[in-house]
C-alpha cells in the first residue's frame, strides 16, 4: 500500500452524529425544518485582497461564496446552513442508531471523508474510534476512490455552489447581515425554526431585494481591524445577541 493509504470499517459507534453542526444542502435544510428540527446558519466572510494562502483555495472558497456590499466594499459570504447536533442528532436514537438511514444528509453519507479538496483526510481529526482504521476497506487520504463516495463528494460540492446566493437571501431576509472574517471566528445564528421555514418559503417564491442588504463585519482583533477598515469594508461595532460569535 502506498503511504497515503489506509484501512476504515465504521462501527456504528455514532459519535459523528454528536457534539456537531452538520452541514446542509438547501434542500435538505427545507426536510430538516420539515421534520421539525432546528437549523442553525454559519457566517463567515472573506475577499481576494486581504487571502493568505493558495490562490486555488480562493477560487473554490468563492465558488461557494456570494458577493455582497459592506461598506465601500465588495466581500464573499459563505453561508453554511447546519442541522444542529451540537448535544446529539435528533434522528440519533438511543441505540446511536440513525432513525432516517435511507434519507440522511450527505454529509452523513460521505463521512468521515473531506468534501474541502485542499484538506487531507486525518483520522485524528475525525470522531471514529482509533480501531475502525485498523480494518476494512483500503482508501486514500488524498483522494477517493470509490465512485459512490465520490459521486457524493461532487454533489456536495456543487449544492454549495447552487444554492450559495439563496442561502444569502433567506440571510438577507432575515436580518442576520453580520459575518465574521473567515480563519478569525464564525458567526452562528440559532433563527426561530418557523421564522426560518417562512423565509425560506418567501425567497423561493421571488421574495429578497435583488439591490441587497448592507453586511457587517465583526471582529475584534485590532490590527485585522485596521486591516479590512482600509480596505473600507464595513466593520461592526456590537457585539450583537443574536448570533455566536466563535473565536478560532
Ligand atoms: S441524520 Fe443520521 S447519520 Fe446524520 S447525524 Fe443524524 S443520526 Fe447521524
Ligand atoms: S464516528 Fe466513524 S465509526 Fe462511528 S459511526 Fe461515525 S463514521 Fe462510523
Redesign the pocket.
Known sequence: MSNTSIRFA????????KSRLIPLTLNETRQWLARGHDVAIVLEAFNEATWTSDPQQFAHSARRASEVGSGGAVIQVIAVFTANALDRCPNLGAD?RCGIYDARPLVCRI??MEINPFIRLQPED????PE?WQTGEVMFTDRIMDPTLARQVEQSRQADRDDARAKINICEYMGLTTVAWKNNAMAIYQPDRRALIAAIDACDAGAHDPAGKAWSVRVDQPDLRQQLLASDIGLSHDSSADYIFHKL
Do not use: L
Not at 465504521?10 to 452524529?17: D, E, I, L, R, V
Not at 475525525?126 to 474510534?129: E, M
Open positions: 465504521c462501527n456504528g459507534c455514532g459519535a459523528c452524529c446511536d463521512y468521515p475525525k470522531g471514529c474510534p475502525t
